[in-house]
């Protein structure tokens, strides 16, 4: 199977499964909202789908992979800190922050075996020096 077929089956069928149950569990949301967090996590996802659309290359894509891992990371990362921020503030947790980091983790998980380490060290390397 070729590396962007995996990747599509994964990151759609597999995860569109996994946010389903996980958006159902969240007892307290109302279906709008519950709609605004698959669309923000799907647009997500797409992103990816977008952005791979066009490359044949298997390192070039490969370091796309390792690209896009980074952005999710980040999107996971700042989805934290406003979480923690509104428990310090509050002292609840804002159970849409939860969820919504909870299914971005998911896709960050998804992609842990497409990316090899090259392809990070390369990423990394040209984003941060």
């Known amino acids: 199977m070729d590396i962007k077929a995996h990747l ?5 069928d597999e995860l569109d499964q996994k946010w389903a149950m996980t958006l159902r569990n969240w007892q307290d949301a109302s279906n709008a909202s519950r709609q605004a967090n698959l669309a923000f ?10 952005a791979i659309e066009e490359i044949t290359d298997p ?26 921020n509104h428990v310090n503030e509050h002292g609840t947790v804002k159970d849409e922050l939860l969820y919504r980091a909870s ?20 990423c990394k390397e040209r984003l941060f020096t």
């Not at 996590?41 to 977008?50: A, D, I, M, Y």
């Not at 390192?59 to 923690?84: D, G, P």
């Not at 299914?103 to 390369?122: G, K, N, R, T, Y």
């Open 59 to 84: 390192v070039e894509l490969s370091h796309a992979v390792a690209l896009y891992h980074i952005e999710v990371r980040c999107h996971w990362s700042l989805i934290n800190l406003k979480l923690q």
């Open 41 to 50: 996590l799907k647009g997500l996802r797409n992103h990816l789908f977008f």
């Open 8 to 12: 599509r089956r994964t990151l759609k």
């Open 103 to 122: 299914c971005v983790s998911m896709i960050l998980e998804a992609l842990e075996p497409f990316i090899a380490q090259s392809a990070m060290d390369h």
